[in-house]
């Protein structure tokens, strides 16, 4: 209880507390909700039409091939095409499936996957069929929150679409995506974290408007590097697309799927990685504000009306490039490097990450008192410095004694085998590696015998 009366102390004197106001709903009726909510679908299947389009036609260039360019002007209609291709496809279910819940499946993925967008806010307020709304569907105070359990119940899809399906490789696949989810929702719900504590708030409206003056990516840097490999990973692409590798699993949770039922999973993984690219814009890069540079031009005009919108999609877009980039350049991880990142570095030093970051922001505020210095013409507490000297200085030297004894461990597996090798020692048969020969075999006394008596005749 010593705490409150300093607590009190210090909102008393002016302590810059930030107030962020939210989404205002007051002036949107029923049926103008319905409408945003049709637009949002809307604006999802376009895109997800022109992004497969793109990554195709990006990945030809990598790869010095055109891409998709007969279907329409510069290809622009080859996933229109290819969408219709699917749906007139035959729609088989195995013999062995739980045809209820192989239904299923799809749906689900296919459905959250559209859910967590009604959460983002894409622009200001706006004037729009004579009435003065947000470009955002719905906001709550805990939104983010909303994200996060959505993407929980969406593992469900691919998980009951891996066990109904009667068959080894979707089981194999299903169990993989619930494994690495489950492992990359905790760093990517930890990374989060620094954001909350920096606005004060888990509504999205409110997040994008505490980043009026400095965008989120800057003070929580560290953050936003843990968000897009946990992104990256959430949304089952390459290099960490382990539940669906066409190498191990032929095609993952979804090999006896065709048909529409296929093109379900396939419209989820797109929509997903708009819905945690608009998460990340909202979070790190200042939603749907204009660039810093821009924001200051006419007192704002750039930051109001529809021109929200336009920086939204922008940063939208370039998130989507970094998706393309790294399916055309990096290969599939290994399983096993996969997990072992997320749950021995990604998780314990974001942990440290978020209880540097609640020291620094409560010494901002003025609850941590003490001696200051001066730094880019900042003051910043020094107790506040040291202690984040401290725990930096204890996770290297953490990594570094944990990757020494790993080093010690594969020095010990791949130590050099040894010249000369019994091929029975085992009890079966062992053929020698290169470089390796065989010992002699050591005979008792009945091999002896019948050896003297092979000699003699």
Do not use: C
Request: charge should be neutral.
């Amino acid at each position: 209880m010593t705490g409150l009366p300093h607590l009190a102390s210090v909102i008393a004197a002016d302590v810059p507390v930030v107030d962020n106001p939210r989404a205002d709903f007051s002036d949107t009726p029923w049926w103008l909700h319905l409408v945003k909510a049709l637009l949002v679908f809307v604006f999802l299947l376009v895109n997800t039409l022109l992004v497969i389009w793109f990554e195709r036609r990006v990945i030809g260039r990598m790869q010095q091939r055109p891409g998709p360019n007969r279907t329409g002007p510069f290809g622009l209609l080859q996933t229109l095409a290819d969408g219709i291709k699917l749906a007139l496809k035959e729609d088989l279910t195995p013999r062995k499936a739980d045809k209820v819940v192989f239904a299923l499946a799809p749906a689900i993925a296919g459905a959250m996957a559209f859910v967590s967008f009604a959460i983002i806010p894409m622009g200001p307020s706006v004037w729009m069929f004579g009435h003065h709304t947000p470009l955002q569907l719905t906001d709550i105070p805990v939104a983010v929150l909303l994200v996060l359990a959505v993407a929980g119940v969406g593992v469900y899809g691919i998980v009951l679409a891996g066990w109904s399906s009667g068959s080894t490789y979707p089981l194999l696949g299903g169990l993989r995506s619930t494994a690495q989810v489950i492992s990359y929702e905790i760093a990517m719900g930890l990374s989060l974290v620094a954001v909350f504590i920096y606005s004060g708030s888990m509504s999205t409206s409110q997040i994008v408007y505490s980043q009026r003056s400095l965008w989120y990516i800057v003070p929580a840097f560290f953050s936003f590097f843990v968000y897009v490999v946990t992104m990256v990973g959430e949304t089952n692409r390459l290099p960490f697309d382990l539940a669906e590798g066409e190498g191990e699993l032929t095609g993952g949770f979804h090999t006896e799927y065709s048909s529409l039922k296929f093109a379900m999973f396939f419209l989820g993984e797109y929509v997903n990685m708009f819905t945690v690219s608009a998460l990340a814009t909202t979070m790190f890069l200042g939603g749907w504000q204009a660039p810093p540079g821009i924001a200051a031009i006419d007192g704002g005009l750039f930051n109001h009306g529809w021109w929200g919108l336009l920086w939204f999609v922008v940063k939208l877009w370039l998130f989507m490039f970094v998706f393309v980039w790294l399916r055309g350049s990096l290969p599939r991880v290994r399983y096993d490097q996969f997990m072992r990142f997320g749950w021995r570095f990604l998780i314990p030093v974001t942990l440290a990450w978020v209880v540097v970051v609640a020291f620094i922001r409560a010494s901002q505020l003025g609850f941590i008192a003490g001696p200051t210095f001066t730094l880019a013409g900042r003051q910043y507490p020094l107790l506040s410095f040291l202690f984040v000297v401290v725990v930096a200085a204890g996770v290297l030297l953490a990594y570094y004694l944990w990757e020494g004894r790993a080093a010690e461990a594969r020095a010990a597996r791949e130590a050099a085998p040894p010249e000369e090798i019994d091929p029975y020692a085992g009890g079966y048969p062992v053929p020698p590696l290169p470089g390796q020969r065989l010992k002699e075999p050591t005979l008792d006394a009945s091999d002896r015998a019948l050896e003297k008596e092979s000699t003699r005749g």
